[in-house]
T-cell receptor
Framework: GDSVTQMEGPVTLSEEAFLTINCTYT??????LFWYVQYPGEGLQLLLK?????DKGSNKGFEATYRKETTSFHLEKGSVQVSDSAVYFC????????????FGQGTELSVKP | EAGVTQSPTHLIKTRGQQVTLRCSPI?????VYWYQQALGLGLQFLLW???????NRGNFPPRFSGRQFPNYSSELNVNALELEDSALYLC???FGQGDGYTFGSGTRLTVV
């Protein structure tokens, strides 16, 4: 069945460092792909999305490109801030999944000043 | 525009009791989804409601149930609470499947 695999955390970076969080997926159809962020004590917020191959989603300095050939949707940011400390979830939506989003296990990011 | 609202934000229940959690979707969204986020277990899909009907259900026992009202708000009911039901319960809404969800802030349930 469909699945999402993320790199394990926690990831610890210094402020202004470059961030990559790897995400790969397995899907039988043509899924839409998403990144969500969860700040401590809060629900999930949609960070960015891409609905077809080669689409690039971007928001708040974060970017991810839908790569069908490598079944990947890696999250990147050129210069992280302390306020980016959160848990990041990669997810997919596929027509054959009965409406549900399939989430990766989440990657905790900690940015130190 | 108001986001997805959930109530209550926190509650503590005793094992064996019953609990009802509530969710109001974004105006215009007809689909409501419920997820459980237990410590160390990630996000587990519970239920999907659309247009008042249950469309899909995750791998949870029947004591987890819910419904969606004509105004598209939703309730999640959990009967015979067990300690492992302690979790953050997240509600989300969407207009269409490919749009992604908008999540509420969740209800933190503690079973003692």
């Amino acid at each position: 069945g469909d699945s999402v695999t993320q790199m394990e955390g926690p990831v610890t970076l210094s402020e202004e460092a470059f961030l990559t969080i790897n995400c790969t997926y397995t899907a039988t159809g043509y899924p839409s792909l998403f990144w969500y962020v969860q700040y401590p004590g809060e629900g999930l917020q949609l960070l960015l999305k891409a609905t077809k191959a080669d689409d690039k989603g971007s928001n708040k300095g974060f970017e991810a490109t839908y790569r069908k050939e490598t079944t990947s949707f890696h999250l990147e940011k050129g210069s992280v801030q302390v306020s980016d400390s959160a848990v990041y979830f990669c997810a997919l939506s596929d027509y054959n999944q009965g409406g549900k989003l399939i989430f990766g296990q989440g990657t905790e990011l900690s940015v130190k000043p | 525009e108001a986001g997805v609202t959930q109530s209550p934000t926190h509650l503590i229940k005793t094992r064996g009791q019953q609990v009802t959690l509530r969710c109001s979707p974004i105006s215009g969204h007809t689909s409501v989804y419920w997820y459980q986020q237990a410590l160390g277990l990630g996000l587990q899909f519970l239920l999907w409601y659309d247009e008042g009907e249950e469309r899909n259900r995750g791998n949870f026992p029947p004591r987890f149930s819910g419904r969606q009202f004509p105004n598209y708000s939703s309730e999640l009911n959990v009967n015979a609470l067990e300690l492992e039901d302690s979790a953050l319960y997240l509600c989300a809404s969407s207009f269409g499947q490919g749009d992604g969800y908008t999540f509420g802030s969740g209800t933190r349930l503690t079973v003692v």
